[in-house]
């Protein structure tokens, strides 16, 4: 998985741009403060969602995430270190489980 390092400011800081292909990003927050994360560039101190001093945000497309998106950071100080683990590929088959009238008219013989 590719990883990298960027140094978070008190303004807009991209994080990762806009990539189809990338099915998870992982957001682990390295610095001294509260490191604010979000798609919108405004108010991302306001708006944004709060990673904490060595917590983590994961990312699963296939979970109905989206990190294939663009995202920004931003933190009151600046200077902090927020790390990225990112992931590519295809998309896995998502299946739907049966409903429990499908699986009891199954047993039964019913279907």
Same mark, same amino acid.
Do not use: C, H, K
């Given at each position: ?33 509260? +490191?604010?994360?979000?798609? %919108?560039?405004?108010? *991302? #101190? ?5 990673? =904490?001093? &060595?917590?983590?945000?994961?990312? +699963?497309?296939?979970?109905? %995430?989206?990190?294939? *998106? #663009? ?5 009151? =100080?600046? &200077? ?32």
């Amino acid at each position: 998985m590719p990883t990298r390092t960027v140094l978070v400011g008190t303004t807009p800081t991209p994080l990762l741009p806009y990539n189809n292909r990338r099915t998870t990003a992982s957001f682990v927050n390295n610095g001294n403060e509260t +490191i604010f994360v979000s798609t %919108d560039q405004s108010n *991302i #101190q306001g708006n944004g969602f709060p990673v =904490g001093v &060595g917590g983590a945000l994961d990312l +699963i497309r296939a979970l109905g %995430d989206e990190p294939q *998106i #663009q995202w920004y950071a931003e933190s009151a =100080g600046g &200077g902090d270190d927020m790390r990225i683990l990112e992931q590519f590929g295809a998309l896995p088959l998502l299946f739907v489980p049966p409903n429990r009238e499908t699986e009891v008219g199954l047993e039964e013989g019913r279907v």
